[in-house]
């Protein structure tokens, strides 16, 4: 991995102007940038030849680990063997492996799957679904759509509007209208440094019925909702929260829609936070970990008795108009296929169920640490809230988040929290530096 670091070198570029970069801070990057040009398993190399410990598995999709050689291969073929095929009207065989083996792996009977390019798409995706859905049933009257404040669902015009992030909002006009959005959960005053799901909370689930009783059931069309939280910061639902929602969607007529984009394919130690909560929901939506985060990929996956009410009319008609020039497209399917093979074999679907324990101590550790306000986790998922500077939010977590990566560390942060969500091959010891590391840091932050 070392060998060409040289040459890498070489090749980082002087002008950084012209890349307008995607949720960064433009001018502080590009005035002391932080550039990857390898990595390998749990680690990166920076341009500065630093062995970085990945702490976040990217941005929560490399689960399996960096440059997998299964995944690289898989790729290499590909590439050699069939580049592209038209989406529309046409099919590949590996795009139909894919989705038996998703439907497969998918708990009940979430058994149709919609392949989009990223977890924007995938929420996009659900939405028009989830309304053309009633539609086709005669149930046109459904077209509200109820997210949850704090919810990231992307960034996209639908995902911004169900989303409940108020500075991913505010920016962009009316966004759709006929959404509400229930109560987020985070009661630090109750739950703070709860160890896995809180205690307290479950009764949030009942603002639903209060939306419904202000709008009428017969207008609303779907919840969509993240299992866990985890872009705002890691919110993780109350005991039997997420079941109390499933009842009152059911009892409805109201289809549940579950983000699984950062909780799919074993962040939580069950392939999905559907198997781990145990709670079903109608429509479920994943990227990022199903091609371990190397080629974009979402998929959206449905109930058979949502695909069916589809398939009405004359054959020969298209049945939902949607979709995107690489749905299901090779590349991206050859690499979903190595990776669903890489974590059977090594058996990462489950690996966090059994590091969750070790993860949960460790990580707690750090509750006498400075500025710690709140510890949570859950599955491979962990966060630590820091008190922010008086009228500087956001500047302390940033400032560890540099400090981090000068002592090789990388995690992530966002407002006064950092999120922690490592590849699910991490080991023990691992482990241990992420959080001894993390101490060293928040003695050193102001
Ligand atoms: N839904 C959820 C729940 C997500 O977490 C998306 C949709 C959008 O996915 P795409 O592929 O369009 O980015 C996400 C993405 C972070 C972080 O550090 C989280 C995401 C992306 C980047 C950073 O919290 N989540």
């Not at 149709?112 to 939405?127: C, H, P, R």
């Not at 079903?280 to 979402?298: E, Q, R, Y």
């Not at 709140?374 to 820091?386: F, H, M, P, T, V």
Request: hydrophobic share 40%; charged share 20%; with cysteine.
């Amino acid at each position: 991995m070392t060998e060409n670091r040289k040459e890498i070198n070489n090749q980082i570029p002087n002008d950084l102007s012209s890349f307008w970069m995607p949720f960064s801070a433009n001018r502080q990057f590009k005035k002391s940038p932080r550039m990857f040009v390898a990595a390998k398993d749990m680690h990166y190399i920076s341009a500065d030849g630093r062995l970085i410990l990945d702490g976040t598995a990217g941005l929560w999709c490399v689960n399996a680990g960096h440059c997998r050689p299964k995944i690289t291969k898989a790729i290499q073929q590909q590439a050699q063997e069939l580049d592209y095929a038209p989406a529309f009207q046409m099919g590949h065989p590996k795009a139909f492996q894919l989705a038996n083996k998703l439907a497969d792996l998918a708990p009940a009977d979430l058994n149709n799957v919609f392949f989009t390019n990223s977890g924007s798409e995938s929420v996009e995706t659900a939405l028009k679904i989830a309304l053309a859905y009633h539609r086709v049933r005669g149930e046109g009257s459904r077209f509200r759509l109820i997210g949850r404040e704090r919810g990231y669902h992307g960034v996209n015009f639908g995902g911004t509007s169900v989303g409940g992030i108020m500075p991913n909002r505010k920016m962009f006009g009316t966004l759709l209208t006929g959404v509400d959005h229930i109560a987020h959960t985070h009661l630090p005053q109750k739950n703070a440094f709860s160890k896995g799901q809180p205690e307290y909370g479950a009764h949030l689930a009942d603002e639903l019925e209060r939306i419904i009783a202000l709008h009428d059931a017969s207008t609303i069309a779907a919840l969509i909702i993240e299992p866990v939280a985890g872009s705002t910061g890691v919110l993780i639902p109350p005991k039997n929260y997420l079941q109390r929602l499933r009842e009152i969607c059911t009892k409805h007529g109201i289809l549940l829609i579950f983000d699984e984009v950062i909780t799919g394919f074993g962040r939580l130690g069950a392939p999905f936070a559907a198997d781990y909560f145990d709670v079903i929901p109608d429509i479920m939506i994943t990227a990022k970990g199903l091609t371990n985060g190397v080629i974009p990929m979402g998929a959206v996956f449905v109930k058979s008795e949502i695909y069916n009410a589809f398939m009405r009319g004359d054959e020969h008609l298209i049945e939902f108009m949607h979709g995107y020039t690489y749905s299901g497209n090779p590349m991206a399917a050859a690499t979903a296929l190595a990776t669903l093979e890489t974590y059977k074999e090594e058996g990462l679907l489950t690996r966090a169920a059994d590091l969750a324990d070790y993860w949960q101590e460790a990580l707690h550790s750090l509750k006498d640490a400075p500025f710690v306000i709140d510890i949570r986790n859950i599955g491979l998922i962990g966060a630590i809230e820091l008190e922010p500077i008086k009228n500087m939010p956001t500047k302390r977590a940033f400032s560890a988040f540099i400090k981090a990566y000068e002592n090789g560390l990388l995690i992530r942060t966002t407002g006064d929290i950092i999120a922690l969500s490592p590849p699910l091959i991490i080991e023990k010891n691992q482990i241990d530096e992420i959080v001894d590391g993390l101490r060293k840091i928040l003695h050193e932050v102001e």
